[in-house]
């Protein structure tokens, strides 16, 4: 099992940044690939940007050159998501999502809200 708690979201005027922090614990020499995923009001969860034990990342393409996913070293039991120049339309419940194992854990959120 891994359990993942997120923090660092908040009220951030447009233009501005945040940086998001996910914390695991538990079988996490186990994990191939953590990620940050949002969800905003009335649409559908959506992939933001993911790494892999290797360092390979990937983005969203709405928040590429903005957003920048990493983790510490060498422990890599904390990522992060840097996110610069902020919108609207990134407001969201920002979900950390690690895979292990063919399973898929899930932490509770945190809420970011880009508004002036």
């Known amino acids: 099992q891994v359990q993942l708690v997120e923090s660092g979201g908040g009220l951030v005027q447009p233009g501005g940044s945040l940086r998001l922090s996910c914390a695991a614990s538990g079988i996490i020499f186990s994990i191939d690939v953590m990620g940050w995923y949002r969800q905003a009001p009335g649409k559908e969860r959506e992939s933001v940007a993911v790494?892999?034990?290797?360092?390979?990342?990937?983005y969203a393409n709405s928040v590429k050159g903005r957003f920048s996913i990493s983790r510490n070293t060498p422990a890599e039991t904390t990522v992060y998501l840097q996110m610069n120049g902020l919108k609207p339309e990134d407001t969201a419940i920002y979900y950390c999502?690690?895979?292990?194992?063919?399973?898929?854990?899930w932490g509770k959120g945190t809420l970011v809200t880009v508004s002036a």
């Open positions: 790494i892999t034990r290797d360092g390979v990342t990937n």
């Open positions: 999502n690690a895979k292990s194992r063919g399973l898929s854990f």
